[in-house]
């Protein structure tokens, strides 16, 4: 039976260009895995999109003094071309203003409702007299009731760390208008955690093969107890409410003037997306989401862990269809600039596609992956970035395949009389293919990649050690076993770093003439020899360094 494997990465806000943190984040071990998984002959969906409501995006389009709509159509492009660029392997890569996704979106809400797990509730929230509107908590600021900093926003202070509620600032005033703001009460929708506590810790207790510190962090979060949470706004930018569909005894006041909260509304797009893929494709949504064989694997940074661990798992058991919940939330953490935060407002910032022109995208994904931030923090910095690409990549990975077919090429013509393959690098080959598998398979990517260098280190040295430049006037014949083993290493070479560096293992295979046959069943990583190899175009040199 061929393995299923779904893949849902982070949905990213439409109100800027992305940086090096979400291709930390998500988007680079996801495409790593994706394309580890492809080669395996697995079956993979892999899908996201971007998200286009919610209050950043409000708050950015207020700044720019365009409309939200406007802002997405600016950012939505940017996003796709970056994808592009650093050919991020999506089957589908939509938007959470697609059709589709609205209506699920609605009819999650409505099974909630009707399964019993949706309350109504009276709040305060912050409302500005002079705007006559209700006001999100990023569009009010003052003073943090708990450690005095100023200029905090209503729903956190960055300074003590505190989520704040409605009523926890002091002097509370827009951050449009500077005008102060009062409490109010107004009336939303709820989802019942609390209905769904034991279900949701159940399944967090039995996912101890997820990574020791995002089991540890759920399940901290699980024993503070959950809560109701609310999952509307009293906004007019966002998935409508479906009135028409709610009982009259459920309606809530001025329901015409709310929308979903985009934290409940945007996860929903990793369904969504899969029923929108199964009509463009014609094929079957429910392979994915209700075959127990299939197993789910999503990408995000910490700050959307509790997200993806308890809240979209709580959202799918609700629904009372047994759909497939998260296997494997490979969840990172943050990426930094020379020990700073990203943050475009303070000028922490890079751009992605400049340094993919400047540096090439798959220098750019190389150092990245060598770097992911799965088990703390990392640092981009650039001294480390050249050093790890020169010493790394070129004068390891990008010299020995040079090397080796530039001797093949010049000295044996491209010719080999014997194809008699070296047992020692056979066993090289195996045990660096079951060990780089493993980590693979348990999303361990820096691992992965590490095995890579030490299976390159290892084919290096044998190279260096069996000096076929010597062999070549003393005894051809072994000097053809070397340099064909060293090709056959090489052409083993390109499944592990095609999912790292798809870009440059493209350009390889041209040079040899060879391609990747992937098909669902078909296991690449099962060795078999490429018996004879075939120079087609100029051998060049397939890394270049920083200067």
């Not at 050249?386 to 010719?415: C, E």
């Not at 060795?527 to 360094?545: A, C, V």
Request: proline share 4%; glycine share 4%; hydrophobic share 35%.
């Amino acid at each position: 039976m061929v393995k299923k494997i779904f893949i849902g990465t982070a949905w990213p806000y439409v109100n800027g260009d992305l940086h090096p943190g979400h291709l930390a984040g998500y988007l680079i071990p996801a495409d790593i895995f994706s394309r580890y998984c492809r080669l395996k002959g697995y079956q993979v969906l892999m899908v996201s999109g971007t998200d286009c409501h919610g209050t950043p995006i409000t708050l950015e389009a207020d700044k720019m003094k365009i409309s939200p709509s406007a802002l997405v159509k600016k950012y939505h492009p940017k996003v796709l071309k970056l994808i592009e660029t650093y050919d991020i392997s999506y089957d589908l890569f939509t938007s959470t203003t697609n059709p589709v996704h609205k209506k699920i979106t609605q009819q999650f809400f409505l099974k909630l409702l009707k399964n019993g797990f949706i309350r109504k509730k009276q709040t305060y929230q912050y409302f500005s007299n002079k705007e006559n509107r209700f006001l999100p908590d990023r569009y009010v600021e003052g003073e943090c009731k708990f450690c005095k900093s100023k200029d905090q926003r209503g729903d956190q202070c960055e300074v003590c760390g505190r989520s704040l509620n409605p009523g926890d600032l002091i002097s509370p005033k827009s951050k449009l208008t500077g005008s102060e703001v009062i409490l109010k009460k107004t009336e939303h929708y709820f989802l019942d955690y609390k209905k769904l506590e034991k279900e949701i810790y159940d399944f967090v207790f039995n996912s101890n093969h997820w990574r020791e510190w995002v089991y540890k962090e759920s399940l901290g979060f699980l024993k503070e107890g959950l809560q109701e949470r609310a999952i509307t706004r009293d906004l007019d930018w966002g998935i409508k409410i479906p009135i028409d569909q709610i009982p009259s005894k459920f309606l809530i006041s001025d329901l015409n003037k709310k929308r979903f909260y985009v934290w409940f509304e945007a996860v929903i797009g990793y369904f969504s997306a899969s029923v929108k893929w199964a009509k463009i494709k014609n094929k079957n949504w429910q392979d994915f989401w209700l075959d127990k064989a299939c197993r789910h694997y999503y990408f995000m940074g910490k700050d959307n862990l509790i997200f993806h661990t308890i809240f979209w798992p709580g959202q799918l058991i609700g629904q009372r269809e047994n759909y497939n919940l998260p296997y494997f939330p490979a969840v990172n953490h943050f990426l930094m600039l020379e020990g700073k935060k990203f943050s475009k407002s303070r000028g922490v910032i890079i751009d992605s596609l400049k340094i993919s022109k400047e540096y090439t995208v798959d220098n750019v994904r190389f150092y990245i992956a060598s770097i992911l931030p799965e088990t703390k923090d990392s640092d981009f910095k650039f001294q480390d970035f050249k050093q790890s690409v020169n010493n790394k990549l070129v004068d390891k990975i990008g010299n020995l395949i040079y090397r080796v077919l530039i001797f093949y090429k010049n000295n044996l013509k491209a010719k080999i009389d014997k194809n008699c393959l070296d047992n020692i690098v056979l066993n090289k080959i195996e045990q660096s293919s079951f060990a780089f598998q493993n980590n693979l398979e348990k999303v361990k990517i820096v691992d992965a990649l590490n095995d890579v260098l030490n299976y390159v280190d290892f084919i290096n040295q044998y190279l260096d050690k069996n000096q076929p430049w010597k062999l070549l006037n003393t005894d051809k014949d072994r000097c053809q076993e070397v340099i064909y083993s060293c090709l056959e290493a090489i052409s083993f070479l390109r499944f592990m770093l095609w999912p790292f560096l798809p870009h440059s293992i493209s350009r390889l295979n041209k040079m040899l003439n060879l391609d990747f046959k992937i098909s669902e069943g078909k296991d690449l990583f099962i060795f078999e020899k490429t018996g004879t190899f075939k120079i087609k175009q100029p051998i060049k040199p397939l890394y270049s360094k920083i200067p």
